[in-house]
Every structure is written in C-alpha cells, then in structure tokens.
C-alpha cells in the first residue's frame, strides 16, 4: 500500500512559531504515520499556480535553523479572497476551482492549514465546496482566535513588545521623555496589555477601554510629583483617536493598514504640556523575530495533534489550547469566536493595580 500524502499551507500574515509548526507536522506524520508531506508554497496561491507550487518535505529540509526562525519558509499571502481576486480592469475572478484541482491534483489525504479566522474561514468554504479534507492550526500574534487561549506567534510578539519597552526605559530615563510604542494587534489590545504589564508601562491603551488625553496627563502629572519625569507608554495600533476616528496609514500601493495612532498620541501629549514625546512603531518585527520557547512548545503540540486529526479522519477541526493541553474544535468554531480584551480580564485589574493608566475605568 502506498503512503498517505497530506499537504501544509501557511495563509495570512506571519508570526513566529511556523516554521516550529511545520517541522513539527513533518515529524509526527513521518514517524509516526510513514506519510509523505508535501509544503504548498504561497498559501492557496500555491494550489492556483500550474503545475501546483509545491515541494515534498525532507528530514534535509529541517536539518538547518528554522525551528529558530520567524516568519514562514513556505511563504505566505494575506492579500485577498481567492473566491474574488480584483483583476488589473478592475474587475474581480473566482480563483476557487484552481485551488480545489491543485488539491486534487496532488492527490492528498488532507491538508493542515496554519492560518488565523479569515484564512480558516476561506479554506472551510473552500473544503466544503470541494471535498477538501482539512484540518486548522490558529495563528496570529493578535491573538483574537476565541476557540484557544493562545494562538502561535501572539508569545513572541509580546516579548518583542517587551523587549522594546525595555530599551526604552534608559534612554527615556536618560532623556526624562516619554516615551510611546505603538504595537500591532490588529482590532484587540492583547499584545499591548500583556507587554504592557511585562514591561512596566506607565500607560496602556487598548482598542476596547476608552482613553482621554486628559486621562494619560493626569497619569503624567502624578508621576512628576513623585520625582518620576520618564515614563513608557505602550498604545495598540486600534486604539482610536479621541474624536473616535481610525488611524490608518496608506501605502503606495493602495493598502491601507492600521498605523500612526503613537504619533497622535505624542501631538496631543505635546500641545498640552510640556512633556517631550518621542514615537517608535514597533510594526513587522513583532511577526519575524525568533519564535519564543513557549511559541516553539505550542506549535509543536499542535503540529503533532493536527496530523493525528487527520490519520483519524476527523477533518473540519481546528487544534486549540484549553487549560495546559491540546483540544480540537471544530473549525467554524474558530472562525465564530472572535476574542478581544474583555473589562473582566484579569490582566485589566493587575495593569490597574500596578498603578498604569489604562482608560476611563471607573
Ligand atoms: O493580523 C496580524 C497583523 O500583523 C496585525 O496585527 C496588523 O494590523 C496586520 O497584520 C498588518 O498587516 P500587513 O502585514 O499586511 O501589513
């Protein structure tokens, strides 16, 4: 009898911790299951491209650093919808049956898709439409997958947040200035709040609490009068102008991304005091530094859960962190349960009890 055949994509934006996870599935379905694995290149547009982009995993693969490096080698998109791909006259093409021959094509047994809500939202329409049997490993530094406690790439995305605010602790002390970081996070405080507390900011802002100026002054003042004229303050990329408006930066391109809220922050801070501001947006390096010890732990848990899914045929699931161990969900479940910061989170009362501005709490 043959080997069974199971394919690995990464879809939407890096983190660290993939290629852990990558090397993880190779792992357990070569010894375990003596399955041969295949890397799609690109996400689905590996699947669209003929013949499909694809290279067949090898122990060789993995003998070199990338369980230690960010990103992803088999490359990733977080551009679009396959399902409505805009064309160069402005119209748009459904890219879905490509994907789904590629697949076929390949004769798999199953695909493990690493991906956060809208990359698994896309492949389950996907399977369904096409008989494509998948099983999903979240990821995302944002860490807004509701369905696991944690999702690859969000550790090490707060410990690079972490480390920032600790390089800016001396020269903001050497300066007397404050000093603003701006993190990613998409719409969810999450990264800010944990590196926040891990780093000893003076001030954390969130998308989900509402701030004032007036508020983080105050906060600035008190500090003063305690002999304490620097101060960190760390603000994610949604939190929103005190008018209510987003805060978007547009590249050349013509994407838009969240991005710029610091300097707002900085400005506002700047007119009204005397207080030196400086701004560094922490951006990409959150999603490409070294995955941390605790990235590399879970998604090697998940990798190795994942491919049991598929031997047992139980496709449609999605791999999660509940209470120290492994689960699976089932995949709509992941794409369902959105999770930002909520006012009873624990960390919400800890960031207040070490004396930080976090919002107009009452
Ligand atoms: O969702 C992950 C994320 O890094 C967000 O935190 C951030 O807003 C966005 O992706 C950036 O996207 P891009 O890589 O396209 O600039």
Known sequence: MSNKRIGILTSGGDCGGLNAAIRSIFYRAKNKYKMDVYGIRDGTAGLIKRP?????????????????QGGTFLGSTNKGNPFKIPTNDGKYVDKSKEIIQGYHSMKLDGLI??????????????????????????????????????????????????????????????????????????????????????????????????YSINGVIKKLNEMKKNKIQHSLIIVAEAVKKEDGSKVMHKYLDGEKRLGGIGDYIASEIMKKT??????????HVQRGAPPTAN????ASAFGVYAVDLLANKKFNRMVAWNNRRVVDVAIDEGIKTYRDVQRDDPLVETALSLGAYIGEIK
């Open 295 to 298: 990235d590399r732990i879970l």
């Open 113 to 210: 898709i690493i991906g956060g809500d809208g990359s698994m939202q896309i492949l389950k329409k996907l399977a369904d439409k096409g008989k494509m049997n998948i099983v999903a490993i979240p990821k995302t530094i944002d860490n807004d997958v509701g369905a696991t406690e944690n999702s690859i790439g969000f550790h090490t995305a707060v410990d690079v947040a972490t480390q920032a605010l600790d390089n800016l602790q001396s020269t903001a002390a050497s300066h007397r200035r404050s000093m603003i970081l701006e993190v990613m996070g998409r719409d969810a405080g999450h990264i800010a709040l944990n590196a926040g507390i891990a780093g000893g900011a003076d001030v954390i802002l969130i998308p989900e609490i509402k």
């Open 52 to 68: 499909v982009d694809v290279m067949q995993l090898t122990h060789k693969t993995f003998g070199g650093y990338l369980l230690r």
């Open 274 to 283: 005397e207080i030196e501001c400086r701004v560094t947006t922490l951006g």
